[in-house]
């Protein structure tokens, strides 16, 4: 389905459903303060990996962090290591609405206990 395609009425279910899975996750973090999972499934994708699995379907890339850009909640990107063939692999830390502080805390906490953050991938 192409943007034109979309009528103002799935538009606005598509916001409705958007607001309800906001409310979702926003109910999540009353019970966690910070959520820490992968940027991607694999070490991070080469452009031409990642406009070939974007064509195919947009999960396979944003499958870990569109959940977060949808919802508007803060997240925190950090370095933790490198694939078999040199390619960088993060992690994030996800928050609810209004803690940027303390993701910031914690990803400093993480910078101070490990060398991640100076490290460069071999071969540059």
Not at 3 to 22: L, M
Not at 106 to 123: E, L, S
């Amino acid at each position: 389905m192409k943007v034109a395609d979309v009528t103002p009425t799935q538009t606005g279910q598509g916001n409705i459903e958007r607001r309800k899975f906001r409310g979702a996750v926003v109910k999540l973090f009353s019970e966690l303060d910070v959520f820490v999972m992968p940027v991607y499934r694999l070490g991070t994708p080469t452009w031409a990996e990642m406009r070939a699995q974007v064509a195919v379907d947009f999960n396979n890339i944003g499958k870990f962090t569109s959940p977060f850009n949808a919802t508007g909640t803060p997240t925190v990107t950090l370095p933790c290591g490198f694939t078999s063939d040199g390619r960088p692999i993060a992690f994030q830390l996800a928050g609810g609405p209004g803690t940027e502080a303390t993701l910031l805390k914690v990803a400093h906490a993480y910078q101070q206990a490990t060398d991640w953050h100076t490290r460069r991938p071999p071969g540059i």
